[in-house]
């Protein structure tokens, strides 16, 4: 089984279809933090395509470990958020700031309430939270359905920019610490950097559980630089593409 979250209009062929909202007749009516009719290790792949940043924070964090607990071992997660430090960065420089601001926040809710922006997520952000659910072998991704995953920001000088951050994962193993302690902490200290918070939830509980794979910071630091290159590249065949269809 495969699963495509928050769908609204999308249905993806080979995917069944989850939203809160019946209007948009997805093939299962629930909330994404609780997906209580799927059994645990029932689904071997989960795109959410720009769900996690219109969850309240630790909300979004529950919705991770429910998805979780709902995916197989070997299964994979697709994830796409709004890159918030590219978004950041590019308000601090004084470059595209409405645009920019609007992404971070999410204008849509001025016609509905739901695509209003709760939180936001850098690439770090989201791989210490997949890290201690279980998640490891991270990359890049893209598919071919037009959803906020492919979305592009108009830039100086006409040209685009990617402003999603797509990042895939695959369950490796157990959580590090039960997630539902985890989430307990974290409601009661919502400020607190999110690595600080697992670090005392694993110290009570004694040892953690093995978490190696390889060496995993030189592991992930690679896959990062591989996303990033993959990024660049995407980048520049849209330029050449764009290029080749202007008239000589």
């Known amino acids: 089984m495969k699963l495509y979250l928050g769908s609204r209009d999308y249905a993806p062929p080979g995917y069944l279809t989850v939203d809160i909202d019946a209007a948009h007749r997805p093939d299962i009516v629930a ?16 795109c959410a395509s720009h769900i996690l940043e219109h969850l309240a924070w630790p909300t979004a964090f529950k919705a991770l470990a429910e998805w979780t607990r709902i995916l197989a071992k070997g299964g994979q997660l697709r994830l796409a958020v709004p890159d918030l430090g590219m978004l950041a960065a590019m308000v601090a420089d004084g470059r595209n700031c409405w645009t920019a601001a609007g992404l971070i926040f999410g204008v849509g809710r001025l016609e509905n309430p739901l695509e209003a922006h709760q939180f936001g997520y850098t ?3 989201l791989r210490d939270m997949l890290r ?3 998640f490891g072998q991270f990359a890049w991704w893209k598919h071919d359905i037009p959803d906020a995953s492919n979305g592009w920001m108009p830039v100086e000088n006409g040209g685009r920019m990617a402003i999603s951050l797509n990042l895939q994962a695959r369950k490796l193993r157990p959580p590090v610490a039960p997630p539902g302690d985890l989430l ?5 200290d919502r400020m607190a950097p999110f690595d600080q918070v697992h670090a005392r939830v694993v110290a009570r509980r004694g040892s953690p559980a093995d978490m190696t794979e390889g060496d995993p910071l030189l592991t992930q630091q690679l896959h990062m630089e591989l996303i990033e290159a993959r990024m660049r590249i995407l980048h520049l065949e849209d330029e050449l593409r764009r290029g080749s269809d202007r008239p000589g």
């Open 132 to 134: 201690a659910l279980g």
């Open 184 to 188: 307990a902490e974290l409601m009661t």
């Open 31 to 46: 909330d994404v933090t609780d997906l209580r009719q799927i059994a645990d290790g029932d689904v071997e792949e989960i």
């Open 123 to 125: 690439q770090a952000m």
